[in-house]
T-cell receptor, first 115, second 115 residues
Framework: GDSVTQMEGPVTLSEEAFLTINCTYT??????LFWYVQYPGEGLQLLLKATKADDKGSNKGFEATYRKETTSFHLEKGSVQVSDSAVYFC??????????????FGSGTRLSIRP | KAGVTQTPRYLIKTRGQQVTLSCSPISGHRSVSWYQQTPGQGLQFLFEYFSETQRNKGNFPGRFSGRQFSNSRSEMNVSTLELGDSALYLC??????????????FGPGTRLTVT
């Protein structure tokens, strides 16, 4: 079945470092792909999305490119801040589906930024 | 525009009791979904409502139920609480852009502890 695999955390970086959080997926066809972020004590926030191959989603300095050839949607940021410390979730909706009930979430990657 | 609000934020209940959690979606959003988040199982879909109708239901026992009101506000109820029901319960609403409800806007969650 369809699935999402994220890199294991926690990921610890120093402020201003470059960030990559890997996400790969298994799905037939072209799923929609999402990154959500969950700050401590809060719910998830939609960070960015891409719905077709080669699309680049971007928001708040974060970017992710939908790579069909490698079935990946890695999250990147050029210079992280302490305020980026959170748990990041990669998610997909299988092709042909658009309902909340079909969203497949990854297990989450905890990111911690040192000042 | 105000975000998704959930009440209460924290709740402690005893095994066997029942609990009702409340969610107010973002103004104009008619789709509301509920999730259970635990460290072991991650995010699991509970139900989705649209225009007062349950559109989808996840794989949870009948002790978990929900409803949606005409103003799109939603409640979920868990009866005969078990220790394993301890979790963060997240509500999310969707703008249903182009008929899609997989773009989710989450509330801060209700932390339920069952003792």
């Amino acid at each position: 079945g369809d699935s999402v695999t994220q890199m294991e955390g926690p990921v610890t970086l120093s402020e201003e470092a470059f960030l990559t959080i890997n996400c790969t997926y298994t799905a037939t066809g072209y799923p929609s792909l999402f990154w959500y972020v969950q700050y401590p004590g809060e719910g998830l926030q939609l960070l960015l999305k891409a719905t077709k191959a080669d699309d680049k989603g971007s928001n708040k300095g974060f970017e992710a490119t939908y790579r069909k050839e490698t079935t990946s949607f890695h999250l990147e940021k050029g210079s992280v801040q302490v305020s980026d410390s959170a748990v990041y979730f990669c998610a997909l909706t299988p092709p042909g589906y658009s309902s909340a009930s079909k969203i497949i979430f990854g297990s989450g990657t905890r990111l911690s930024i040192r000042p | 525009k105000a975000g998704v609000t959930q009440t209460p934020r924290y709740l402690i209940k005893t095994r066997g009791q029942q609990v009702t959690l409340s969610c107010s979606p973002i103004s104009g959003h008619r789709s509301v979904s509920w999730y259970q988040q635990t460290p072991g199982q991650g995010l699991q879909f509970l139900f989705e409502y649209f225009s007062e109708t349950q559109r989808n239901k996840g794989n949870f026992p009948g002790r978990f139920s929900g409803r949606q009101f005409s103003n799109s506000r939603s409640e979920m109820n868990v009866s005969t609480l078990e220790l394993g029901d301890s979790a963060l319960y997240l509500c999310a609403s969707s703008p249903e852009t182009s008929g899609r409800s997989d773009e989710q806007y989450f509330g801060p969650g209700t932390r339920l502890t069952v003792t």
